[in-house]
């Protein structure tokens, strides 16, 4: 009887999620037309091609990550980390946030860094609900929101949040 207490090694090592064919924000570089500011190990920022106000950064992580749906508890800390990251980069941001699918143009994790004055489109397109806890119905929510949802435990949700 053949007896092993060996595993297979592994056939092929877990790719790393970067990279998903097709995803766009996993093939951010120079090379490829994107107005890079920042990068690290970890995060890579760089202009909005389609700026909605005077400065609009795009901060994204390096792994692929889907939406804001994906996001856990686990994530407070790289959420964090991009914000703090859009702050240093464009110290006079007012809002920095996220779209809420289907309202978002690209399913790799992005938060828009703003800069005003906003264009009379950006105001439109990125409204943050501002009253009272949580993001509200809003189809866009704020680093700081979605730092709160996620600390107490809860997932981002296109619908009202609590906190
Ligand atoms: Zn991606
Ligand atoms: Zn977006």
């Known amino acids: 009887m053949h007896f092993s207490c ?3 090694p592994d056939p092929e090592p877990e790719p790393l999620l970067s990279n998903r064919t097709g995803c766009v924000f996993c093939n951010v570089t120079h090379d490829k037309g994107f107005d890079v ?27 692929h990550l889907g939406t804001v749906f ?3 508890a686990e994530h407070v800390e790289l959420v964090t980390r991009m914000k703090e990251c859009g702050l240093a980069l464009a110290p006079g941001a007012t809002k920095l946030g996220f779209h809420i699918p289907p309202f978002s143009s690209v399913h790799h994790l992005h938060l828009h860094v703003f800069t005003p004055p906003f264009t009379a489109l950006g ?5 943050v609900h501002s009253r009272g806890h949580g993001k509200g119905w809003s189809w866009f929510v704020s680093a700081d ?3 709160a949802i996620l600390q107490s435990g809860a997932r ?3 619908g009202a949040s609590k906190r």
């Open 70 to 72: 994906d996001l856990r």
């Open 6 to 8: 060996f595993k297979d």
């Open 37 to 63: 500011v920042y990068e690290d190990a970890e995060l890579i920022a760089f202009r909005d091609r389609w700026p909605r106000a005077a400065g609009h950064l795009l901060v994204i992580p390096r792994t």
């Open 145 to 147: 929101q979605a730092i």
């Open 156 to 158: 981002i949700r296109l």
């Open 123 to 127: 105001r439109m397109m990125y409204p």
